[in-house]
C-alpha cells in the first residue's frame, strides 16, 4: 500500500523555525518525485517545494525561496521541508505527494501527483 505520512507541524512564532517530514512507504522514494503543498483558509491548495529523489533537482515557490529547503534521506524514505524565518502568511495545512515523473513545468500543480499524505497543521501566530 502506498502511503505518504507528514509530521512536525505545531505552533512557531514568527521568525522562528520548522521541520516538516513526509515519510514513504509501498514505493521506492527515489523513483519519485515528492512536492509539499499547502492550503489556507479560503485559498487554493499551492505547490510550495519540490523535488526529483532520482535526480536531485529542486523547485520552489517565489513566496518561499531563501526561507525554505526540501532534502531527502532515501535511507528512511523520508522528505524534509526546513522552513525558515516563518511568516504569519506561512500558516496552512502542509501535504506531501508522490508522483513518478514530474516535469519542471508542472511540478506546482497538485493534479500532477498521484499520491497524497493526510496534512499537517502549521500555525506561525505570536
Known amino acids: 500500500e502506498v502511503q505518504l505520512v507528514e509530521s512536525g507541524g505545531g505552533l512557531v512564532q514568527p521568525g522562528g523555525s520548522q521541520r516538516l517530514s513526509c515519510a514513504a512507504s509501498?514505493?521506492?522514494?527515489?523513483?519519485?518525485?515528492i512536492g509539499w503543498f499547502r492550503q489556507a483558509p479560503g485559498k487554493e491548495r499551492e505547490g510550495v517545494s519540490c523535488?526529483?529523489?532520482?535526480?536531485?533537482?529542486?523547485y520552489y515557490a517565489d513566496s518561499v525561496k531563501g526561507r525554505f529547503t526540501i532534502s531527502t534521506d532515501n535511507a528512511k524514505n523520508t522528505v524534509y521541508l526546513q522552513m525558515n524565518s516563518l511568516k504569519p502568511d506561512d500558516t496552512a495545512v502542509y501535504y506531501c505527494?508522490?508522483?513518478?515523473?514530474?516535469?519542471?513545468?508542472?511540478?506546482?500543480?497538485?493534479?500532477?501527483?498521484?499520491?497524497w499524505g493526510q496534512g499537517t497543521q502549521v500555525t506561525v501566530s505570536s
Open positions: 505527494a508522490a508522483v513518478l515523473g514530474v516535469h519542471s513545468s508542472t511540478w506546482y500543480r497538485p493534479l500532477a501527483y498521484d499520491y
Open positions: 509501498g514505493f521506492p522514494l527515489d523513483a519519485y518525485a
Open positions: 523535488v526529483s529523489s532520482r535526480d536531485g533537482s529542486t
